[in-house]
């Protein structure tokens, strides 16, 4: 365990960082931290970088101070990075500390990595099976369900407010789905039940932050399952959207959340992926399943990675037919692996 008084001692300046492209765990644990810092430290100041959130997460505390900034691919320079940011404020200067939180790699750091290279000292917190870890202090657990299950974990349990409570739920629900995926422990409930003392609407935030979707959300994903098709004896789904269908309905990548977990969800089948083609021309997938498939390693070999029942990979530019091939070839590389 890492003791945050130790880490944060003689800090005065600090900077939460999380991977491109954050989901719900992502800015759940990047905001719980900053809220905590903000509620514990004083004397402490403290800035989280992201890429704009989902705008379901606007309603964590103090979600209007995150600085907000665009683009996906690592940079090397400080001096690159303000270019990025959607305002003013960068602060150049080296951070005390820098966390990377729910970041299996520095390469998920994206625009904001100067930041982290710059900093005195580096701390990595994350839950993901293929996190090496690369920091100056490495805290990383497999076996959790979440990086804000992790920092429940590391908080001191009485110093945790409502707003903190609010973030860290929230993270836990999106990356269990709801407490139904197997990455659910009797550790996560017990978690789960304790932030809910803390006197959170933890129905609100459920449906708020995971049920609810836009019309334009509901409209694309009836697109991708009007696409979908079954292969491998009816043991994989798949489907995918292109640009010019996300631009007909008015949709961009935030949108397509929940849309693999929906797929996962026929009957039947292990395996789901989802694919759509980034404005870059690379394509973005997700990965979900139920079966004894590894999904970690379909995805490490797609250039990406995760957890065995849900990971992420992103593929070059080339034909979707192409793609749809080479993801299957993995997937059922992975069956014949599990059932062997």
Do not use: W
Not at 137 to 151: G, N, V
Not at 320 to 328: G, L, P, R, S, T
Request: charged share 25%; hydrophobic share 35%.
């Amino acid at each position: 365990m890492i003791d945050l008084n130790n880490i944060l001692e003689n800090a005065k300046y600090v900077a939460i960082l999380g991977h491109i492209r954050p989901d719900g765990d992502c800015v759940g644990s990047c905001m719980g931290l900053y809220n905590y810092i903000e509620a514990n430290y004083e004397g402490i100041k403290s800035d989280v970088y992201l890429n704009p959130i989902p705008g379901c997460f606007s309603i964590f505390a103090n979600a209007k101070k995150i600085v907000n900034y665009t683009g996906f691919d690592l940079l090397e320079s400080i001096d690159d990075f303000p270019k990025c940011v959607q305002g003013s404020y960068v602060r150049k200067e080296p951070y005390d500390v820098v966390f990377a939180l729910d970041c299996s790699d520095k390469k998920r750091l994206g625009p904001a990595y100067p930041i982290f290279k710059n900093a005195k000292k580096t701390i990595c917190i994350d839950h993901h099976m293929n996190c090496d870890g690369f920091a100056d202090i490495d805290y990383i657990i497999p076996d959790y369900s979440s990086t804000c299950e992790l920092l429940f974990d590391i908080f001191d349990y009485e110093k945790i407010d409502k707003n903190v409570a609010e973030c860290l739920y929230t993270g836990m629900v999106t990356d269990t789905g709801v407490f139904q995926y197997d990455c659910t422990e009797s550790h996560t409930m017990d978690a789960a039940g304790k932030l809910m003392d803390k006197g959170i609407d933890f129905s609100y935030l459920i449906e708020h932050t995971f049920y609810e979707k836009t019309y334009n959300q509901q409209r694309i994903l009836g697109v991708a399952l009007q696409k979908s098709k079954l292969t491998y004896n009816n043991k994989i789904i798949y489907s995918y959207i292109e640009a010019d269908e996300m631009e007909e309905y008015n949709v961009n990548t935030k949108d397509f959340e929940g849309v693999c977990e929906k797929m996962r969800e026929t009957k039947g089948v292990g395996v789901a992926f989802f694919m759509y083609r980034q404005n870059d021309g690379k394509i973005k997938g997700s990965l979900r399943g139920t079966a004894n498939v590894d999904l970690s390693r379909v995805a490490g070999n797609l250039n990406g990675g995760g957890h065995k029942k849900a990971a992420g990979f992103t593929l070059g530019n080339i034909k979707m037919e192409d793609a749809v091939e080479k993801v299957i070839e993995e997937i059922i590389k992975e069956y014949e692996i599990g059932n062997n």
